[in-house]
């Protein structure tokens, strides 16, 4: 079996989009290729057809390389929670939450065996394996503990390309000083150097380049300017590195940047619209009068909502709820919308019962069991018999707790375990992430927003995100392809 490592001289370098620029290159190449992280620390999260948890990045890697996503594309996946504790997430279920100190006593040996038998099962049905790394391969802090980089690259002997991001600087010492710190036979399984993120003229470069090879022995096989595509992030850090907010559009969203945000990936198909401009704001900010809020996803539902409680943010929302403003909240969101949630076995932490924004008629009880699986299911709201395909994964269940005289309350799908909206169609929950991939019920809930304005609806009859997705994801490797050689690696 063939494979690729691709590993960076820093994190952000730019590892991820190379992996999955790879992928798509290869798989149009008429190779049968899976993408790969040994682990992953990310709170963008997919689940798969068997219900199972990978980083959200190694799922678009599997859509780039024109495969279903497996659990063995990324067999460790680590969420972080706060208090320097991770969820752990083993060939896609959550074995256990565990301290930075204790991981690597109580999971190497088991993330390790779970590593060898993911890469095992995908020699067995594909081609070749494009793997990713994580950070740097050169912590030597770190290094007896890194199942992620070249540690994978030595077991499977694998040809390694080193990224480095030259817009922040210092790209030549990074590649060096990376290259002095790894082992000898890690070193040599490094066969060529991508520099990424490249602004300006390449003729100037030149004498860097040259330099470079001759320093090293490795030479430089891609040069790749810097792009604007933007691909799921691993961490909420990155939404701070966003292009701003598009400026004269039609609809103005704000999404409420929540200390332990997750699956912010949810909003990339409204930042795709061309008449809507996403904002993230954090707690501390004015909210203002956007037209519409969106509490996310968050890996610890309750520490987020005492931060919007403290920070002034949660009666912010709610004045602007009782104004008429428009309220989205999603999985953490939806339950911070909700009356109660209460955590009676301490699962996010100390055990306890917290208000909540009583902006819906939910009781929320935070449990050690999670819930993840795919689901496919029929809209009520904004516009009847939608179809509308998504996952869970949630730490909670939620009871709606309406009285029976009141009416002002109704499921937002046919399952009613799903969601809610209230009687004017102001404040929607959902357990429901990928929601605006689907195309006409988005553009059906832009359009409610676009008519509180007074501006002509939008055509609801739009293909799904899937299908904008596979374009960008064209583009992108062919933009790659023209700047990076991989015939080494192929030979």
Same mark, same amino acid.
């Given at each position: 079996?063939?494979?690729?490592?691709?590993?960076? *001289?820093?994190?952000?370098?730019?590892?991820?989009?190379?992996?999955?620029?790879?992928?798509?290159?290869?798989?149009?190449?008429?190779?049968?290729?899976?993408?790969?992280?040994?682990?992953?620390?990310?709170?963008?999260?997919?689940?798969?057809?068997?219900?199972?948890?990978? @980083?959200?990045?190694?799922?678009?890697?599997?859509?780039?390389?024109?495969?279903?996503?497996?659990?063995?594309?990324?067999?460790?996946?680590?969420?972080?929670?706060?208090?320097?504790?991770?969820?752990?997430?083993?060939?896609?279920?959550?074995? =256990?939450?565990?301290?930075?100190?204790?991981?690597? #006593?109580?999971?190497?040996?088991?993330?390790?065996?779970?590593?060898? #038998?993911?890469?095992?099962?995908?020699?067995?049905?594909?081609?070749?394996?494009?793997?990713?790394?994580? @950070?740097? &391969?050169?912590?030597?802090?770190?290094?007896?503990?890194?199942?992620?980089?070249?540690?994978?690259?030595?077991?499977?002997?694998?040809?390694?390309?080193?990224?480095?991001?030259?817009?922040?600087? =210092?790209?030549?010492?990074?590649?060096?000083?990376?290259?002095?710190?790894?082992?000898?036979?890690?070193?040599?399984?490094?066969?060529?150097?991508?520099?990424?993120?490249?602004?300006?003229?390449?003729?100037?470069?030149?004498?860097?380049?040259?330099?470079?090879?001759?320093?090293?022995?490795?030479?430089?096989?891609?040069?790749?300017?810097?792009?604007?595509?933007?691909?799921? +992030?691993?961490?909420?850090?990155?939404?701070?590195?966003?292009?701003?907010?598009?400026?004269?559009?039609?609809?103005?969203?704000?999404?409420?940047?929540?200390?332990?945000?997750?699956?912010?990936?949810?909003?990339?198909?409204?930042?795709?619209? &061309?008449?809507?401009?996403?904002?993230?704001?954090?707690?501390?900010?004015?909210?203002?009068?956007?037209? +519409?809020?969106?509490?996310? @996803?968050?890996?610890?539902?309750?520490?987020?909502?005492?931060?919007?409680?403290?920070?002034?943010?949660?009666?912010?929302?709610?004045?602007?709820?009782?104004?008429?403003? *428009?309220?989205?909240?999603?999985? =953490?969101?939806?339950?911070?919308?909700?009356?109660?949630?209460?955590? &009676?076995?301490?699962?996010?932490?100390? +055990?306890?019962?917290?208000?909540?924004?009583?902006?819906?008629?939910?009781?929320?009880?935070?449990?050690?069991?999670?819930?993840?699986?795919?689901?496919?299911?029929?809209?009520?709201?904004?516009?009847?018999?939608?179809?509308?395909? =998504?996952? #869970?994964?949630?730490?909670?269940?939620?009871?709606?707790?309406?009285?029976?005289?009141?009416?002002?309350?109704?499921?937002?799908?046919?399952?009613?375990?799903?969601?809610?909206?209230?009687?004017?169609?102001?404040?929607?929950? *959902?357990?429901?992430?990928?929601?605006?991939?689907?195309?006409?019920?988005?553009?059906?809930?832009?359009?409610?927003?676009?008519?509180?304005?007074?501006?002509?609806?939008?055509?609801?009859?739009?293909?799904?995100?899937?299908?904008?997705?596979?374009?960008?994801?064209?583009?992108?490797?062919?933009?790659? #392809?023209?700047?990076?050689?991989? *015939?080494?690696?192929?030979?």
């Amino acid at each position: 079996m063939k494979s690729i490592m691709v590993v960076g *001289t820093t994190s952000h370098a730019g590892k991820s989009l190379i992996t999955t620029a790879i992928c798509r290159i290869l798989s149009r190449r008429g190779w049968r290729v899976a993408p790969f992280k040994g682990q992953n620390m990310a709170l963008n999260a997919y689940v798969t057809a068997n219900g199972g948890e990978i @980083g959200y990045a190694q799922a678009v890697q599997a859509w780039a390389a024109g495969v279903i996503p497996w659990v063995e594309m990324n067999p460790i996946l680590l969420k972080p929670q706060g208090d320097m504790t991770s969820q752990v997430i083993m060939r896609g279920r959550y074995v =256990g939450k565990v301290n930075a100190a204790d991981y690597y #006593e109580q999971y190497f040996e088991m993330g390790w065996r779970a590593i060898e #038998e993911s890469l095992q099962h995908l020699s067995t049905e594909f081609d070749v394996i494009v793997c990713e790394g994580a @950070g740097s &391969p050169a912590e030597i802090n770190l290094k007896h503990r890194d199942l992620t980089n070249m540690r994978v690259a030595k077991h499977l002997n694998a040809p390694t390309i080193l990224v480095v991001d030259i817009d922040r600087g =210092g790209a030549f010492a990074h590649v060096v000083g990376t290259l002095e710190l790894l082992e000898p036979d890690e070193r040599q399984l490094i066969k060529g150097i991508v520099i990424n993120k490249f602004r300006g003229q390449r003729s100037l470069l030149e004498p860097g380049i040259k330099w470079l090879e001759e320093r090293t022995k490795i030479p430089v096989i891609g040069v790749i300017p810097y792009l604007q595509e933007l691909f799921p +992030a691993e961490d909420s850090l990155d939404l701070l590195e966003r292009k701003p907010a598009k400026a004269n559009t039609d609809i103005n969203i704000s999404v409420v940047r929540l200390p332990r945000i997750s699956n912010f990936t949810d909003f990339d198909p409204l930042e795709s619209e &061309p008449t809507v401009s996403v904002r993230y704001i954090s707690p501390k900010h004015d909210l203002g009068h956007p037209d +519409a809020v969106i509490i996310p @996803g968050t890996k610890t539902t309750i520490a987020d909502l005492i931060i919007l409680q403290k920070s002034g943010m949660a009666e912010a929302i709610q004045h602007y709820a009782a104004s008429g403003g *428009t309220v989205l909240g999603i999985c =953490g969101g939806y339950q911070i919308l909700g009356q109660i949630i209460a955590d &009676p076995e301490g699962v996010e932490g100390q +055990a306890g019962r917290y208000q909540g924004l009583n902006l819906l008629p939910i009781k929320t009880v935070i449990t050690g069991q999670k819930i993840a699986r795919q689901r496919q299911v029929s809209s009520n709201f904004p516009q009847m018999g939608l179809p509308v395909t =998504g996952f #869970e994964i949630h730490q909670g269940r939620s009871r709606v707790d309406i009285p029976s005289d009141n009416q002002g309350y109704q499921s937002l799908f046919d399952d009613a375990n799903l969601g809610l909206v209230d009687k004017c169609q102001s404040v929607w929950g *959902t357990y429901l992430h990928g929601l605006f991939d689907n195309g006409p019920w988005r553009r059906a809930w832009l359009n409610r927003l676009r008519q509180q304005r007074g501006l002509k609806s939008l055509p609801t009859g739009v293909a799904n995100y899937r299908e904008q997705r596979e374009q960008m994801l064209d583009n992108l490797a062919s933009e790659i #392809e023209n700047h990076l050689d991989l *015939t080494p690696f192929l030979s």
